[in-house]
Protein backbone atom coordinates (compact mmCIF):
# COMPACT_ATOMS: atom_id res chain seq x y z
CA UNK A 1 0.00 0.00 0.00
CA UNK A 2 2.72 2.47 1.13
CA UNK A 3 6.00 2.85 -0.27
CA UNK A 4 9.04 3.02 0.77
CA UNK A 5 10.71 6.07 1.07
CA UNK A 6 9.62 7.69 4.35
CA UNK A 7 11.13 10.92 5.70
CA UNK A 8 10.44 11.65 9.56
CA UNK A 9 10.84 14.75 11.36
CA UNK A 10 11.49 13.35 14.75
CA UNK A 11 11.31 16.58 16.72
CA UNK A 12 11.50 17.36 20.66
CA UNK A 13 7.48 18.14 20.74
CA UNK A 14 5.81 16.30 17.76
CA UNK A 15 7.09 13.57 14.91
CA UNK A 16 5.44 13.87 11.57
CA UNK A 17 6.16 11.38 8.96
CA UNK A 18 6.36 12.19 5.35
CA UNK A 19 5.72 9.18 2.82
CA UNK A 20 6.78 9.31 -0.63
CA UNK A 21 3.20 9.91 -2.58
CA UNK A 22 1.21 9.79 -0.25
CA UNK A 23 2.30 13.50 1.60
CA UNK A 24 2.42 13.67 5.35
CA UNK A 25 0.79 10.53 6.92
CA UNK A 26 1.46 10.96 10.85
CA UNK A 27 1.57 14.21 13.39
CA UNK A 28 1.82 13.34 16.82
CA UNK A 29 3.07 14.46 19.99
CA UNK A 30 6.91 13.05 20.67
CA UNK A 31 5.49 11.73 24.20
CA UNK A 32 5.56 8.42 25.92
CA UNK A 33 3.63 7.17 29.26
CA UNK A 34 5.41 4.71 31.45
CA UNK A 35 3.64 2.72 34.20
CA UNK A 36 6.01 2.94 36.77
CA UNK A 37 4.98 -0.49 38.46
CA UNK A 38 6.19 -2.62 36.12
CA UNK A 39 8.38 -0.20 33.78
CA UNK A 40 5.90 -0.82 30.67
CA UNK A 41 4.83 1.29 28.30
CA UNK A 42 1.65 2.16 28.28
CA UNK A 43 0.71 4.92 25.60
CA UNK A 44 2.75 6.71 22.61
CA UNK A 45 2.05 9.92 21.01
CA UNK A 46 -1.24 11.74 21.50
CA UNK A 47 -2.28 9.27 23.51
CA UNK A 48 0.55 9.81 25.79
CA UNK A 49 0.57 14.01 25.17
CA UNK A 50 -3.33 13.38 26.75
CA UNK A 51 -2.30 12.25 30.06
CA UNK A 52 0.30 15.06 30.76
CA UNK A 53 -0.08 16.69 34.10
CA UNK A 54 -3.07 14.48 34.55
CA UNK A 55 -1.36 11.26 35.09
CA UNK A 56 -2.10 9.49 38.97
CA UNK A 57 1.63 8.71 40.71
CA UNK A 58 1.90 5.55 38.46
CA UNK A 59 2.21 7.30 35.45
CA UNK A 60 4.79 9.46 34.08
CA UNK A 61 4.70 11.37 30.76
CA UNK A 62 8.13 11.22 29.03
CA UNK A 63 9.30 12.98 25.65
CA UNK A 64 12.55 10.81 24.33
CA UNK A 65 14.13 14.16 22.61
CA UNK A 66 15.40 16.92 24.71
CA UNK A 67 16.65 19.95 22.75
CA UNK A 68 16.18 18.54 19.21
CA UNK A 69 18.81 15.07 20.31
CA UNK A 70 17.67 11.87 21.65
CA UNK A 71 18.10 11.67 25.41
CA UNK A 72 16.33 8.60 26.17
CA UNK A 73 17.66 6.29 23.37
CA UNK A 74 15.36 2.98 24.66
CA UNK A 75 12.31 5.38 24.27
CA UNK A 76 13.12 6.87 21.29
CA UNK A 77 13.75 3.68 19.49
CA UNK A 78 10.53 2.30 20.46
CA UNK A 79 8.74 5.62 19.66
CA UNK A 80 9.49 5.24 16.23
CA UNK A 81 8.74 1.75 15.47
CA UNK A 82 5.04 2.22 16.87
CA UNK A 83 4.40 5.17 14.38
CA UNK A 84 6.07 3.26 11.67
CA UNK A 85 4.03 0.19 12.71
CA UNK A 86 0.99 2.73 12.91
CA UNK A 87 1.22 3.66 9.26
CA UNK A 88 2.07 0.50 7.36
CA UNK A 89 -0.02 -1.85 9.97
CA UNK A 90 1.74 -4.54 10.99
CA UNK A 91 3.40 -5.69 7.90
CA UNK A 92 7.19 -6.88 7.44
CA UNK A 93 8.52 -3.77 5.65
CA UNK A 94 11.95 -2.35 5.59
CA UNK A 95 12.15 1.47 4.66
CA UNK A 96 14.39 3.81 3.71
CA UNK A 97 14.49 6.79 5.89
CA UNK A 98 15.56 10.77 5.42
CA UNK A 99 15.16 11.69 9.40
CA UNK A 100 16.09 16.02 9.80
CA UNK A 101 18.62 16.24 13.02
CA UNK A 102 19.28 19.89 14.40
CA UNK A 103 22.62 21.29 12.34
CA UNK A 104 24.76 21.43 15.07
CA UNK A 105 25.00 17.81 16.72
CA UNK A 106 28.00 15.67 18.12
CA UNK A 107 28.55 12.58 16.51
CA UNK A 108 27.46 10.71 19.72
CA UNK A 109 24.09 12.43 19.21
CA UNK A 110 23.81 11.65 15.44
CA UNK A 111 25.07 7.96 16.24
CA UNK A 112 22.19 7.60 18.45
CA UNK A 113 19.40 9.23 16.56
CA UNK A 114 20.73 6.97 13.27
CA UNK A 115 20.87 4.17 15.54
CA UNK A 116 17.29 4.58 16.68
CA UNK A 117 15.72 4.69 13.66
CA UNK A 118 17.34 1.51 12.29
CA UNK A 119 16.37 -0.28 15.74
CA UNK A 120 12.64 0.64 14.69
CA UNK A 121 12.40 -1.05 11.49
CA UNK A 122 14.45 1.44 8.52
CA UNK A 123 16.83 -0.63 6.16
CA UNK A 124 18.47 2.36 5.59
CA UNK A 125 18.77 5.97 7.06
CA UNK A 126 20.10 9.36 5.94
CA UNK A 127 20.26 12.15 8.20
CA UNK A 128 19.40 15.50 6.46
CA UNK A 129 20.55 19.02 8.79
CA UNK A 130 17.03 20.40 9.48
CA UNK A 131 17.69 23.72 7.98
CA UNK A 132 18.10 22.54 4.66
CA UNK A 133 14.92 20.20 4.95
CA UNK A 134 12.90 23.63 5.89
CA UNK A 135 13.81 24.78 2.96
CA UNK A 136 13.16 21.91 0.69
CA UNK A 137 9.89 21.88 2.70
CA UNK A 138 9.39 25.41 1.94
CA UNK A 139 9.64 25.16 -2.12
CA UNK A 140 13.07 27.25 -2.13
CA UNK A 141 15.10 26.72 -4.16
CA UNK A 142 18.49 25.99 -2.79
CA UNK A 143 20.45 24.45 -5.91
CA UNK A 144 21.72 27.98 -6.73
CA UNK A 145 24.63 30.13 -5.86
CA UNK A 146 22.09 32.22 -3.44
CA UNK A 147 21.87 32.84 0.13
CA UNK A 148 18.87 31.65 1.66
CA UNK A 149 18.40 31.89 5.33
CA UNK A 150 16.17 29.83 7.66
CA UNK A 151 14.96 30.39 11.08
CA UNK A 152 13.16 26.76 12.45
CA UNK A 153 11.63 27.80 15.44
CA UNK A 154 10.91 24.35 17.16
CA UNK A 155 9.80 22.59 20.54
CA UNK A 156 13.56 22.27 22.27
CA UNK A 157 15.58 23.99 19.37
CA UNK A 158 16.12 27.02 17.28
CA UNK A 159 18.35 26.54 14.32
CA UNK A 160 19.31 29.10 12.21
CA UNK A 161 21.78 29.05 8.68
CA UNK A 162 22.43 30.50 5.88
CA UNK A 163 22.02 27.93 3.26
CA UNK A 164 23.43 27.99 -0.51
CA UNK A 165 24.24 25.39 -3.61
CA UNK A 166 22.84 22.57 -1.41
CA UNK A 167 24.99 23.17 1.40
CA UNK A 168 25.44 25.45 4.94
CA UNK A 169 26.92 28.54 4.68
CA UNK A 170 26.98 29.24 8.81
CA UNK A 171 24.55 27.71 10.88
CA UNK A 172 23.99 27.62 14.60
CA UNK A 173 21.44 25.99 16.41
CA UNK A 174 20.02 27.45 19.76
CA UNK A 175 19.04 24.95 22.50
CA UNK A 176 15.86 27.57 23.53
CA UNK A 177 12.12 27.17 21.74
CA UNK A 178 9.00 26.58 22.39
CA UNK A 179 9.35 24.31 25.58
CA UNK A 180 11.48 27.73 27.06
CA UNK A 181 8.51 29.80 25.66
CA UNK A 182 6.27 27.42 28.28
CA UNK A 183 8.64 27.72 30.91
CA UNK A 184 8.63 31.03 30.93
CA UNK A 185 5.12 31.30 30.82
CA UNK A 186 4.41 29.35 33.84
CA UNK A 187 7.12 31.27 35.72
CA UNK A 188 5.29 34.68 34.67
CA UNK A 189 1.88 33.70 35.85
CA UNK A 190 2.87 32.37 39.08
CA UNK A 191 5.25 35.58 39.97
CA UNK A 192 2.74 38.06 38.23
CA UNK A 193 -1.06 36.28 39.13
CA UNK A 194 0.17 34.39 42.46
CA UNK A 195 -1.18 31.30 39.89
CA UNK A 196 0.51 27.76 39.23
CA UNK A 197 -0.15 26.76 36.01
CA UNK A 198 0.77 23.27 34.28
CA UNK A 199 2.51 23.11 30.78
CA UNK A 200 0.06 22.43 29.09
CA UNK A 201 -1.82 25.48 30.10
CA UNK A 202 1.28 27.45 29.33
CA UNK A 203 1.53 25.88 26.18
CA UNK A 204 -2.15 26.30 25.13
CA UNK A 205 -1.87 30.36 26.09
CA UNK A 206 1.11 30.76 24.30
CA UNK A 207 -0.65 29.13 21.14
CA UNK A 208 -3.92 31.28 21.92
CA UNK A 209 -2.76 34.62 22.68
CA UNK A 210 1.51 34.43 22.39
CA UNK A 211 3.22 36.74 20.27
CA UNK A 212 6.59 38.06 19.49
CA UNK A 213 5.91 42.02 19.73
CA UNK A 214 3.27 44.30 20.57
CA UNK A 215 -0.22 43.77 18.94
CA UNK A 216 -2.54 46.34 18.13
CA UNK A 217 -5.45 44.36 18.89
CA UNK A 218 -3.83 42.28 22.19
CA UNK A 219 -5.73 38.84 22.22
CA UNK A 220 -6.85 37.80 25.68
CA UNK A 221 -6.83 34.03 27.00
CA UNK A 222 -8.04 32.57 30.14
CA UNK A 223 -5.21 31.11 32.12
CA UNK A 224 -6.51 28.14 34.13
CA UNK A 225 -4.94 26.65 37.39
CA UNK A 226 -4.01 26.68 41.84
CA UNK A 227 -4.07 29.31 43.62
CA UNK A 228 -0.58 29.72 45.17
CA UNK A 229 -2.05 31.47 48.87
CA UNK A 230 -5.17 29.63 48.57
CA UNK A 231 -5.17 26.09 47.02
CA UNK A 232 -7.60 26.89 45.28
CA UNK A 233 -9.02 26.72 42.10
CA UNK A 234 -8.44 30.02 40.47
CA UNK A 235 -8.96 31.55 36.83
CA UNK A 236 -7.16 34.80 35.06
CA UNK A 237 -7.60 36.75 31.96
CA UNK A 238 -4.15 37.03 30.44
CA UNK A 239 -3.20 39.09 27.52
CA UNK A 240 -0.65 39.18 24.34
CA UNK A 241 0.93 41.82 26.00
CA UNK A 242 1.67 39.65 29.23
CA UNK A 243 2.70 36.65 27.27
CA UNK A 244 5.13 38.89 25.18
CA UNK A 245 7.17 40.07 28.23
CA UNK A 246 6.98 36.62 29.99
CA UNK A 247 8.82 35.51 26.64
CA UNK A 248 11.07 38.17 26.60
CA UNK A 249 14.37 36.31 27.70
CA UNK A 250 14.23 33.72 25.54
CA UNK A 251 13.17 35.75 22.60
CA UNK A 252 15.94 38.07 22.47
CA UNK A 253 18.28 35.31 23.16
CA UNK A 254 17.10 33.73 19.65
CA UNK A 255 17.33 37.05 18.09
CA UNK A 256 20.57 37.79 19.11
CA UNK A 257 21.76 34.60 17.66
CA UNK A 258 20.00 35.15 14.17
CA UNK A 259 21.61 38.40 13.98
CA UNK A 260 24.99 36.96 14.96
CA UNK A 261 24.55 34.64 12.04
CA UNK A 262 23.84 37.62 9.58
CA UNK A 263 27.35 39.47 11.13
CA UNK A 264 29.32 36.31 9.93
CA UNK A 265 27.20 35.62 6.91
CA UNK A 266 29.61 36.43 3.78
CA UNK A 267 28.33 40.04 2.25
CA UNK A 268 27.19 38.56 -1.53
CA UNK A 269 24.83 35.98 0.49
CA UNK A 270 23.36 38.87 3.01
CA UNK A 271 22.61 40.75 -0.13
CA UNK A 272 20.64 37.90 -1.19
CA UNK A 273 19.18 37.62 2.23
CA UNK A 274 18.06 41.13 2.01
CA UNK A 275 16.66 40.82 -1.04
CA UNK A 276 14.72 37.13 -0.68
CA UNK A 277 13.74 37.60 3.01
CA UNK A 278 14.45 34.95 5.89
CA UNK A 279 12.31 31.74 6.07
CA UNK A 280 10.87 31.09 8.93
CA UNK A 281 9.85 27.82 9.98
CA UNK A 282 8.66 25.57 13.42
CA UNK A 283 5.77 25.64 15.39
CA UNK A 284 7.31 28.73 16.65
CA UNK A 285 6.65 30.54 13.62
CA UNK A 286 3.08 30.79 14.25
CA UNK A 287 3.77 33.53 17.35
CA UNK A 288 1.59 36.37 16.46
CA UNK A 289 3.60 39.30 14.86
CA UNK A 290 6.62 37.34 13.89
CA UNK A 291 7.01 38.58 10.80
CA UNK A 292 7.01 42.25 12.19
CA UNK A 293 9.83 40.93 14.61
CA UNK A 294 12.27 39.53 11.89
CA UNK A 295 11.87 43.00 9.81
CA UNK A 296 11.66 45.00 13.21
CA UNK A 297 15.16 43.24 14.05
CA UNK A 298 16.79 42.62 11.44
CA UNK A 299 15.23 44.99 8.13
CA UNK A 300 14.41 41.82 6.21
CA UNK A 301 11.19 40.27 5.25
CA UNK A 302 9.94 36.95 6.71
CA UNK A 303 8.57 34.52 4.46
CA UNK A 304 6.13 32.06 6.99
CA UNK A 305 5.08 29.32 4.78
CA UNK A 306 1.40 27.86 4.70
CA UNK A 307 1.58 24.94 7.29
CA UNK A 308 4.96 25.88 9.34
CA UNK A 309 5.18 22.68 11.54
CA UNK A 310 4.65 20.40 8.27
CA UNK A 311 7.51 22.42 6.60
CA UNK A 312 10.14 20.01 7.89
CA UNK A 313 8.80 16.70 7.25
CA UNK A 314 7.56 17.96 3.56
CA UNK A 315 11.46 18.64 3.44
CA UNK A 316 12.52 15.09 4.40
CA UNK A 317 10.08 13.89 1.76
CA UNK A 318 11.61 16.27 -1.06
CA UNK A 319 15.38 15.27 0.18
CA UNK A 320 15.13 12.21 -1.87
CA UNK A 321 15.90 13.61 -5.00
CA UNK A 322 18.77 15.42 -3.89
CA UNK A 323 20.76 12.86 -1.39
CA UNK A 324 23.22 12.80 -3.64
CA UNK A 325 23.79 16.95 -3.92
CA UNK A 326 23.41 17.46 0.04
CA UNK A 327 26.83 18.63 0.85
CA UNK A 328 28.79 17.31 -2.21
CA UNK A 329 27.88 13.67 -1.87
CA UNK A 330 28.73 13.56 1.96
CA UNK A 331 25.69 12.30 2.67
CA UNK A 332 24.74 8.73 2.32
CA UNK A 333 22.66 6.32 3.30
CA UNK A 334 24.10 5.27 6.62
CA UNK A 335 23.60 1.46 7.23
CA UNK A 336 24.44 -0.24 10.74
CA UNK A 337 27.98 -1.31 10.02
CA UNK A 338 29.28 2.29 8.39
CA UNK A 339 27.80 4.24 11.09
CA UNK A 340 29.53 1.73 13.68
CA UNK A 341 32.92 2.02 11.16
CA UNK A 342 32.98 5.96 11.13
CA UNK A 343 32.05 5.55 14.85
CA UNK A 344 35.50 3.87 15.50
CA UNK A 345 36.92 5.97 12.60
CA UNK A 346 36.52 8.95 15.27
CA UNK A 347 37.82 6.63 18.39
N1 LIG B 1 0.06 28.18 17.00
C1 LIG B 1 1.20 28.14 17.68
N2 LIG B 1 1.68 29.25 18.30
C2 LIG B 1 2.82 29.21 18.99
N3 LIG B 1 3.58 28.10 19.16
C3 LIG B 1 3.15 26.97 18.57
C4 LIG B 1 1.96 26.92 17.80
N4 LIG B 1 1.79 25.65 17.35
C5 LIG B 1 2.85 24.93 17.81
N5 LIG B 1 3.65 25.73 18.55
C6 LIG B 1 4.86 25.33 19.28
O1 LIG B 1 5.81 24.84 18.37
C7 LIG B 1 6.63 23.87 19.02
C8 LIG B 1 6.70 22.63 18.17
O2 LIG B 1 7.16 22.99 16.90
P1 LIG B 1 7.81 21.90 15.95
O3 LIG B 1 6.87 20.76 15.79
O4 LIG B 1 8.29 22.61 14.74
O5 LIG B 1 9.05 21.47 16.86
P2 LIG B 1 9.79 20.06 16.98
O6 LIG B 1 10.18 19.64 15.60
O7 LIG B 1 8.97 19.12 17.77
O8 LIG B 1 11.04 20.50 17.85
P3 LIG B 1 12.61 20.55 17.50
O9 LIG B 1 12.71 20.98 16.05
O10 LIG B 1 13.14 21.56 18.45
O11 LIG B 1 13.12 19.19 17.80
C9 LIG B 1 5.99 23.59 20.37
O12 LIG B 1 6.71 24.26 21.39
C10 LIG B 1 4.59 24.18 20.23
O13 LIG B 1 4.11 24.66 21.47
Known sequence: MLGTDIGIDLGTSTTLIHVKGHGIVLREPSAVAIDRRTDKICAIGEEAYRMLGRTNPNLAVYFPLQQGVISDYALAEEMVGFFLKKICGYRIWKPSVVVCMPSIVTGVEQRALIKAIHGSGARKV??????????LGAGIDISTARGRMVVDIGGGTTDIAVISLYGISNATSVR???????????????HTFGLLIGERMAEQLKMEVGCVCHMEEPKVALAKGRDILSGLPRSVEV????????????????MSSIKSILEDTPPELSGDIYQDGILVSGGGALLGGMSQWILENTGC????????????ALGTGKAFSCLDKLHGGLYQYQTIENTYNNQKGQE
Open 176 to 190: LAGNDFNHAIVKYVR
Open 126 to 135: CPVDEPIASA
Open 301 to 312: HAIIPEDPVECV
Open 239 to 254: TSDHLLEAMKEPLDLI
